[in-house]
């Protein structure tokens, strides 16, 4: 009977270990996994020394040409433009030219314009021109009446203070007195009388003021007159925004300085 179970226990054990060999991964006689080794980075080969190009410049662009400008149209000129180069000619005014200068200036008044003068205005005829001195200034942007450089009739009972007479070898030198001028503000104005010759009984040859008296020339020293501009003045000269400078000549006008304009 023992020998009956020790039978069957070592039956029991081989069927055991003959079951266990059958399975996977079991028993001594299974042939071992060897593992999958695992890749290695293998080092990149060092390019080989190629010629290295030098960078190509990108082509310049041409700086794009601003748009052209178009040129402003110019103002239109207020009037005919007086001259640097030659006489502008008005064949309308006096060709009377006195020494000295006149300033034209804006009046005080409304329609009224300044002068300041400076200098000798001869008398022709019994005519003048009060505008008509070998200089003229203008202030800014001004219009002057064409009318002050044409011949008035002068007035043939001046008011005087007084006339004072110099006396030399021969007699009289120079007669002259005051003038009272109605449009005089400021300033001193002087009435010069023409001496003559003449031969007295003796035979001797005399000098004294021609009688009736004739007024030679108007002598101004800083006088200053208002003048009204006139509602029949239509024709002008007008100055620019710096002023102006003429010079007179003859019956016209040059320019000096500034811009200066014949309107009408």
Do not use: H, W
Request: hydrophobic share 35%.
């Amino acid at each position: 009977m023992r020998d009956c179970k020790k039978s069957l226990c070592l039956v029991l054990v081989l069927a055991a270990i003959l079951l266990a060999s059958m399975l996977p991964g079991c028993g001594g006689n299974d042939k071992e996994t060897t593992p999958t080794p695992m890749p290695t980075d293998t080092p990149a080969e060092a390019p080989t020394d190629a010629p290295v190009e030098a960078p190509t410049e990108a082509p310049t662009e041409a700086p794009a040409e601003p748009p052209a400008e178009v040129p402003e149209e110019s103002p239109p000129l207020p009037g005919t433009p007086i001259s640097k180069d030659k006489t502008t000619i008005i064949q309308s005014i006096s060709n009377i030219v006195g020494e000295g200068e006149v300033l034209l200036l804006e009046g005080a008044k409304y329609g009224t314009f300044k002068l300041v003068i400076n200098g000798k205005l001869p008398i022709n005829e019994s005519e003048y021109c009060l505008g008509c001195f070998e200089t003229i200034k203008m202030g800014p942007n001004l219009s002057i009446p064409m009318n002050l450089f044409t011949e008035q009739e002068y007035d043939e009972s001046p008011k005087v203070l007084s006339v004072i007479t110099d006396y030399g070898s021969t007699g009289a030198t120079k007669a002259y007195g005051q003038y009272v001028m109605e449009q005089l503000i400021g300033g001193v104005a002087f009435l010069y009388f023409q001496i003559e010759t003449v031969t007295t009984l003796d035979g001797e040859e005399r000098t004294k003021v021609k009688s009736p008296p004739v007024i030679e020339y108007i002598s101004f020293q800083e006088a200053i007159l208002e003048i009204p501009i006139g509602a029949e003045d239509v024709v002008s000269i007008v100055s620019g925004p710096d002023g102006a400078t003429l010079k007179k000549s003859g019956n016209g006008f040059i320019l000096l300085e500034g811009e200066a304009y014949i309107v009408d």
